[in-house]
């Protein structure tokens, strides 16, 4: 993870370093740190926690006389959280950033006695590891190639030697591009941050070393010369408008985005399916894949496919799918989900599957990303930029397009009615305004649940069939912003385990939506409230007679199985939100986590 970024001849360095570092947040926030360079000096400051610190460490600190920054925000994998362990690192000739980890870093720690042995960063031990091949090369280029041919791992390095004034950038896996105007560069993991400074830009791609001399750009290793391409501007996404927090603002926002998602599906991109897709759906098998909620996304896919198609679906981790044996005599359809596009696990996955020479299409929020430079075809997602760290729009958006693709899929193979399929994109098109009515009418209820969740110890959430990844969801936002305790469960599992876990100090949300499950969620809910567990059930059924205990019932819309999945997820984020914001934690930066996840 960790987010870097790298100017070279602005003249407002410190502040437009801070600012990108700002925008990279999401990508971690245990530490943050610069380093102002010139072909006479290395100044570096460092802070543990928020960006905010590291600006005011840096606020009297003049950037007048240097000619280049780098900067890097951290999310904590090898070594502790600590102002020593924040990069960048430097010395009096060198200061470097990394974004990634460097596998093979305690072999390197172990052969040289240079290394110093205490030390836990796999950046820092990277660090003394170049310095030694610096002193040992005269030619600064010679030590970088050594360095990036030894060291192994996902990573992008952003590197300035004194020695030679000249500046480096080293790709293997993560994610790192660069624009320029004339002789100014910014280098930032995130290309969609560029956009506001200069309006060219070259993604770099795994293996590239681009060394930079005052105002020369050209590859270390290969003759050709650098393409910078136009580069596309976007919306100031960091603007909370009159929301407290980004994910208030992006779960209101979903109405909107669910509504553009749905028309640019209708209007352009699922016109002519078959001929734009008929070839990648010529195969044996699908098998969605993701992670956290992009794999719950994946399992609503997979409820999707399975009813209005008559293809074979599976789902699948993209952390243990990168690890198992796949079918080769099988041709299988691997459709990957990821808002970033960039998390390492499912880009690992991706490209496991393109090795095995199986089809691969991803979904994905981010057109710039790896996974689309990676994948044989892309279905964008049009929720825009999610701040956030806990998924909202991005999720509901992400079910949008696989609503429409089963759909789609379902009507090419015949396997349901031009009926059905008409029917169902006419509910699609009308959900964005029963999620607006359905955000503002939710919105009290969810205060109320809020403050009975604070009576309790932990909270469950049950659901059976495509209720079921929903529950799975509401219990991953609720523990991811407010720390409380949480499982989701399909509610037929319930007597198989869980149930155990019930006690009077419980709280469980059962998602019963009125289809052929109804009366079997209902005994689900039963079973739990029959061992002292506080029950809230979520239901479009009006009358509830059989139910006792203490239970509250929360009226829903009424649902198709289309749209269940989304009227059933609203309720969950605004209760996860509002709780959170009683317990007072950071609900757009939680604790331990970050938005992009470019670690395994
Ligand atoms: C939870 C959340 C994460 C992400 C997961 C995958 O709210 O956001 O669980 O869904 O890290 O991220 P992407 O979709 O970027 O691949």
Redesign the pocket.
Known sequence: MCGIVGILNSKSLKSDAIEILKKLEYRGYDSAGISLFSDQKIRTIKSVGKISNLEKKSKNISDKFFSGVIGHTRWATHGVVSRNNAHPFANENLTLVCNGIIENYSQIQNRYKEIPKNIKSDTEVSFYYLSYLIDKYKNPDEAIEIFQKTIRGNFAFVIFIKKNNCFYILKNGSPISISNKNQSFYICSDSSILSNYHDTIFHCEDGDIIKINESKISYLQKKNKISFQKNISYQNPYDKGNYQHFMLKEIHEQPSVLKSTQSKYTSEYFIDFETKFRHLFEVDKIVLV?????YHASMVGEYYFNHFTNKEVSTELASELRYKKINKNKQILYIF????G??MD?LMALKYVKSMNHKSLVITNSLESSMVREAEVTIPTYAQKEVG???TK?FTCQLLSLANLALELGRMENSISNQIYKKNINLLTKLPSKIKKLINEFTPNAKIISKKLSQANACYFIGRNIAYPIALEGS??LK?ISYMHSEGFPGGEMKHGPIALIDKDSITVCLIPNNDLFEKSVSNAQEISARNGKIIILSSVKNMSKINGEIKVMNMPKENIIDTPFIYTIPLQLISYYFALSEGTDIDQPRNLAK??TVE
């Open positions: 993701g992670c956290g909620t992009a989900i990821s808002q970033s960039e998390t499912t760290v806990a998924s991005a991953l936002k991811e992009s996840v």
